[in-house]
């Protein structure tokens, strides 16, 4: 019912930059929080960012001063800037909404996921 679509991902250098985007379309009526998590091989997926409707702001530790997360609500896309990439910031990012559907049912919607890889 809540369909979210990532692009942005790709091969950067250390020290370089990325921006992910993600929208969400469907049968939407409004969506509460928008996040990015990612996923490295072999551990759990984590919090990267997210960010409220209210635009309350939530970042993990190893990212902050280096990524934002901003939304653009009449385009139902988040948004996340990357920059000062460090390998290990290589994972799968996976975009998260939730979301309240037109049916008034409250979804968890994720995206299919972008690689995000930092190497030289």
């Known amino acids: 019912q809540v369909q979210l679509v990532e692009s942005g991902g790709g091969l950067v250098q250390p020290g370089g930059s990325l921006r992910l985007s993600c929208a969400a379309s469907?049968?939407?009526?409004?969506?509460?929080?928008m996040g990015w998590y990612r996923q490295a091989p072999g551990t759990q997926r984590e919090l990267v960012a997210a960010?409220?409707?209210?635009?309350?702001?939530n970042y993990a530790d190893s990212v902050k001063g280096r990524f934002t997360i901003s939304r653009d609500n009449a385009k139902n896309t988040v948004y996340l800037q990357m920059n000062s990439l460090k390998p290990e910031d290589t994972a799968v990012y996976y975009c998260?909404?939730?979301?309240?559907?037109?049916?008034?049912?409250?979804?968890?919607?994720w995206g299919q996921g972008t690689q995000v890889t930092v190497s030289s």
């Open positions: 998260n909404a939730d979301a309240l559907t037109t049916l008034r049912a409250r979804i968890d919607a």
């Open positions: 469907g049968r939407i009526f409004s969506i509460y929080t």
């Open positions: 960010i409220t409707s209210g635009r309350e702001l």
